[in-house]
């Protein structure tokens, strides 16, 4: 019986040893290093638009209007965001007269960036295209010529037409940085 004892002594001895060498890794080091990258921040833009004429009839509010009649205007956009955008504009009525729906005898306008022409044709279809890069804090001035031409007939007497232009920007898309 020795025998078997010293086997089994044997036995629970290499046990032990397998135990504390998964306990300890098989071996032990005495060194160790760290590193951080602390208090990491992204955040987002804001995409910010307004112009100099707010309220309404700020940009135009005329009576009295007779074929022929032009009327002009500007107004100012204003880039109050963080992002530069491009924008583009359209118009739309409240409740559309006569005015609004003929198309060569109602209201007409034109529209201008300095010199450059950026839509000339019925109010109604307003289409004002995308404006260059808008950079923040920055502007951007678009003249109007409102008018009612002079093929307007008796039909267009004692009428007011009512209408909206939105303008609506478009961030531009993000670069690598």
């Known amino acids: 019986m020795r025998a078997d ?7 629970v001895f290499a046990l032990g040893l397998l135990a504390l060498a998964a306990m300890t890794g098989g071996t032990n080091a005495g060194f160790t290093a760290t590193t951080m990258n602390p208090s990491n921040v992204l ?9 100099d004429k707010p309220n309404a009839g700020d940009l135009v509010n005329v009576t009295n209007l007779v074929p ?14 963080t992002s530069a ?5 359209g118009a739309s009525a409240q409740i559309a007269t006569v005015l609004w729906s003929d198309t060569v ?12 022409s950026l839509y000339s044709g019925p109010l109604k279809d307003l289409a004002i295209p995308a404006s260059a890069t808008i950079a923040p804090s920055s502007t951007d001035t678009l003249t109007f010529d409102f008018s009612l031409p ?3 007939d008796d039909t ?5 037409q009512t209408f909206t232009i939105t303008y609506t920007a478009t961030q531009l898309p ?3 940085r």
């Open 5 to 11: 004892s010293l086997r089994n002594a044997l036995a």
């Open 43 to 51: 955040g987002t833009a804001t995409l910010s638009l307004t112009n």
């Open 68 to 81: 022929g009649d032009t009327v002009s205007r500007t107004v100012t956009i204003t880039n109050n965001g």
């Open 85 to 89: 955008f491009t924008f583009f504009g």
């Open 105 to 116: 005898k109602g209201l007409q306008v034109s529209v201008k960036r300095g010199m450059t």
């Open 150 to 152: 002079t093929a307007a």
């Open 156 to 160: 267009f007497q004692g009428l007011t």
């Open 174 to 176: 993000g670069s690598a």
